[in-house]
């Protein structure tokens, strides 16, 4: 089993910038490769980032390119992901994941632990 608690959030104007937190406990975290995803209100939940067990390996949605990293410290139990260049359309609940089995996948069928959400609010 794997808990997992997110902060960070909150509420920046466009253009700024927000770093979330996952912080993780109960399985050695170094096991579990991490995603990042966000649900805007009346949408469905989609990908936003995910991160190898080492770290080594990486990959984003198109729209996040070139603004968020996602990154991780093992000796920590913490992933994050750095927001930069904000938009209005960013403004979602954020939440954590981990997959067990080690993919780096965009597709949540595969994270079997969720956080309970972290609010990011980007005004214009």
């Known amino acids: 089993q794997v808990q997992l608690v997110e902060s960070g959030g909150g509420s920046v104007q466009a253009g700024g910038s927000l770093r979330l937190s996952c912080s993780a406990s109960?399985?050695?975290?170094?096991?579990?490769?991490m995603g990042w995803f966000r649900q805007a209100p009346g949408k469905v939940r989609e990908f936003v980032a995910a991160?190898?067990?080492?770290?080594?390996?990486?990959r984003y949605t198109d729209s996040v390119k070139g603004r968020f990293t996602i990154s991780r410290d093992n000796a920590k139990n913490t992933v994050y992901l750095q927001m930069n260049s904000l938009k209005p359309e960013d403004t979602a609940v954020y939440y954590c994941?981990?997959?067990?089995?080690?993919?780096?996948?965009?597709?949540?069928?595969?994270?079997?632990?969720w956080g309970q959400g972290t609010q990011v609010t980007v005004s214009s």
């Open positions: 994941a981990a997959d067990v089995h080690g993919a780096v996948s965009s597709n949540r069928i595969y994270y079997e632990h």
């Open positions: 109960g399985r050695t975290f170094s096991s579990v490769s």
């Open positions: 991160i190898s067990r080492g770290g080594d390996d990486t």
